[in-house]
């Protein structure tokens, strides 16, 4: 029943999570950086986005931690040198 609980938990999130969000982005990540002088995460291409600034590693940045973007940036690094594809939902707070 435990595991039967999780699954139903776990399957929900991709349920409600894209319906929060302003934006889904699905692709190949290219460029993956940090800014030296802002500590913003830049990626030259994700999906059909270019040169977004998605966070900062140094300060709050669009809502988010600098811990949320360390793993931000964990995330597309690996998908960048695996060559694997990546889902994102955000919110640009436009709304």
């Avoid at 060559?83 to 640009?92: A, C």
Wanted: glycine share 6%; aromatic share 10%; proline share 4%.
């Amino acid at each position: 029943m435990r595991k039967l609980l999780k699954l139903a938990s776990f399957l929900l999130m991709f349920v409600v999570l894209p319906s929060l969000a302003n934006y889904t982005c699905y692709g190949e990540v290219k460029g993956v950086s940090i800014e030296a002088r802002t500590g913003h995460l830049i990626v030259e291409n994700i999906g059909p986005l270019e040169w977004p600034r998605l966070c900062s590693v140094d300060r709050d940045y669009n809502s988010i931690s600098p811990e949320a973007c360390r793993v931000v940036y964990s995330t597309l690094i690996t998908a960048q040198t695996t060559q694997k594809s990546v889902i994102m939902w955000f919110n640009d707070g436009k709304d």
